[in-house]
């Protein structure tokens, strides 16, 4: 069974610049998350959907931040305009279910930002 | 929300040591989960433990949800166990149910 696929998995941009990032989950999975890792922390949680639509976007800075799921299935992340301190690895997520069942999340292999 | 603690953050160990990690966490949780983060960054699922205990090779895990704490047993390290470890947990009534973790165990295994 093929794992969550992300791309790319290193981006390099200049500050003030616009990124975008993409994800496949697990087939059949129909909760997808975002979550942020700095460096020397644990990842934190940005947004959830539940096939498309968005169940919890707390954490998410939507001064800059903005993510989709347009079918149900890929999704994709972007950031306008980047700081400085968005440098970090951006992970995606899936489960199988969400909201009323708690089931195991796979991560993919992230996505490295860094902003310069 | 919840909180959840790691602990120790730091560990350093001879090959073929025996090592226990703790994770407390604040709330109750119907999910908890123990990865096991790579040189290359990619969290490797180890457990998925919500409650009781579960083995796989040389680790095992065990959680006692009443009292808000899980446990990760490493038998007969070895180097290749060397990374930061992981616990996450996160409750869900029907709504959101996103990971909270933890800071991390940063372990290394010296051969």
Redesign the interface.
Known sequence: EAGVAQSPRYKIIEKRQSVAFWCNPISGHATLYWYQQILGQGPKLLIQFQNNGVVDDSQLPKDRFSAERLKGVDSTLKIQPAKLEDSAVYLCASSLVGQTMNTEAFFGQGTRLTVV | GIQ?EQSPPDLILQEGANSTLRCNFSDSV??L?W?HQNP????I?LF?I?SGTKQNGRLSATTVATERYSLLYISSSQTTDSGVY?C?A???G???????????THLIIQP
């Open positions: 959840v119907n999910n989960q990865f290359w960054g990619q969290l699922n998925y919500p992981f996450a996160s409750y869900s029907g709504g959101a149910d996103g990971l909270t973790f933890g800071k991390g």
